[in-house]
């Protein structure tokens, strides 16, 4: 039996998990670019407090000579602990009352605001983009003060590579917890559906004709679809077994009048001059051929309730083709044929062992009635490396080669030529052939007159089952 292996074209999982991502990355974009200003004023902070410590360290030098005038003994250890990366730039300036002492020139100095003492600002020192700090302090000369002003400054190399370190461990952590959460999600999702997955294998198990509730231990957002499911299949039920007695009952009904009236035109040939007996005997034929074609459609019916069945049981196909063939045998002489059977003794398949009698007992009808008189009719059962093989063999003129699909097509039933020709026959084998799995082969015989017709079945051990 095929089961579809998925309906729709979306899947939840997939759904929750690109929902996820994409919430993911919005709040993650979002949370980068808080990120990103957290780092730079943090790197900011951390390369302020070095310059202020730079400049108090100068500022600690700084000195009045004896004359009165102010003089500094750079500290070059302040400087150097500004150099935090070997391409760091560093400069510094010392200004006093009369203005520029030593340094750095052409270094801007930071106004000072307000009372603080220090003062910072972003600048640039020719092409390099700087952090500036200006310490303000005064010095005592005994008898006087005198302001000073000590100005440091770095490139921002190191405050820019250590943003970016911030930054890029920001979103490596970012990253990691999507995927973590995208991993509980896919865990939490598959654990919630399991019950859906447990209710679709129960379905797929299940026999097609067997339509009783669901009953499952399923989630409250599903039990709504799965009641209207229930309620669909329970009317279903009824409706199959509705048509279920319809046809038996049809069938009852529709043979009984028709043995009755055969029973009449027999008792009216006996009284009838012969003048009418042409007549009688064609009505005879004619009902003859409404109670053949009326079995037919009853074993179509059959075919398609057995469809339901779930799997098929293994028969003896040679011994079901002997008593076949020899059940047939009063009718083909009746028609001067030689009817016999040859092949395997024993031959395993899986079949449904009623409607493969049928199968073959349209084949060889077949053969009797359009081999041409006097034929010769072979029924075999051969074991072959592909699986059991039946085949009926004539040496009648045949079917032209295009033929056999249009005759075994079910949807040929009502066609003229179908009916006019071999009946309902072939296509009762065509639908019995694809209950079984089984593939037709119709071939001319190599080198002489005739035909023969092969049905190749599953090897046994294939695990048919009623499609």
Not at 268 to 297: C, F, H, N, Y
Not at 383 to 410: I, Q, S, Y
Request: aromatic fraction near 4%; charged fraction near 20%.
């Amino acid at each position: 039996m095929t089961t579809s292996a998925a309906i729709g074209g979306w899947s939840l999982r997939r759904r929750l998990l690109g929902w996820l991502f994409l919430s993911t990355a919005l709040l993650g974009l979002v949370a980068l670019l808080d990120t990103w200003g957290e780092a730079r004023r943090t790197a900011q902070s951390v390369s302020d407090r070095v310059l202020a410590g730079s400049a108090l360290a100068i500022a600690e030098r700084v000195t009045v000579d004896l004359s009165g005038v102010i003089e500094v003994d750079i500290p070059y250890s302040a400087l150097d602990m500004l150099a935090s990366a070997a391409e760091d730039q560093v400069f510094y300036r010392v200004d006093g009352p009369d203005g520029f002492l030593t340094g750095y020139d052409a270094l801007a100095i930071v106004p000072r605001s307000g009372n603080a003492d220090t003062g910072f600002t972003d600048a640039r020192f020719g092409e390099t983009p700087i952090r500036i700090a200006t310490l303000y302090g005064q010095v005592s000369t005994g008898e006087g003060i005198l302001p000073f002003s000590v100005t440091v400054a770095e490139s921002t190399r190191a405050r820019d590579a250590l943003a970016r370190t911030i930054l890029i461990r920001s979103a490596l952590r970012l990253t990691l917890l999507a995927a973590g959460a995208a991993l509980i999600v896919w865990i939490t999702v598959t654990s919630a559906l399991r019950p859906l997955d447990r209710l679709a294998h129960r379905l797929s198990a299940r026999a097609p004709d067997d339509l009783s509730p669901l009953r499952a231990d399923i989630p409250s957002e599903v039990a709504g679809p799965i009641e209207a499911m229930n309620s669909f299949m329970q009317r279903l039920d009824g409706a199959v077994a509705a048509l279920r007695n319809f046809t038996g009952n049809a069938g009852h009904q529709l043979r009984t009048p028709l043995a009755t009236v055969r029973a009449q035109l027999a008792l009216i040939a006996r009284s009838t001059p012969d003048a009418g007996q042409d007549s009688i005997a064609k009505a005879d034929a004619a009902l003859v051929r409404a109670e053949r074609v009326l079995a037919q459609l009853l074993m179509l019916a059959r075919i398609d309730a057995a469809t339901a069945r779930h799997a098929l049981p293994e028969t003896d196909l040679a011994a079901l083709a002997r008593n076949t063939t020899a059940d047939a045998i009063p009718e083909a002489d009746r028609f001067g044929h030689d009817l016999g059977y040859e092949g395997a003794e024993s031959l395993v398949a899986r079949i449904d062992p009623i409607l493969c009698a049928e199968l073959l007992t349209n084949l060889i009808d077949n053969a009797i009635r359009y081999a041409g008189p006097k034929a010769t009719i072979t029924v075999r059962a051969l074991a072959t490396a592909n699986g059991p093989v039946l085949e009926v063999e004539d040496d009648g003129p045949g079917l032209p080669p295009d033929a056999l699909p249009r005759l075994l097509a079910r949807q040929d039933l009502r066609s003229d030529t179908v009916q006019g020709t071999h009946g309902l026959g072939l296509a009762v084998v065509g639908e019995i052939a694809r209950l079984f799995g089984a593939r037709l082969e119709f071939a001319a015989i190599t080198g002489k007159r005739g035909h023969v017709i092969r049905c190749h079945f599953p090897a046994p051990d294939a695990g048919t089952t009623a499609d």
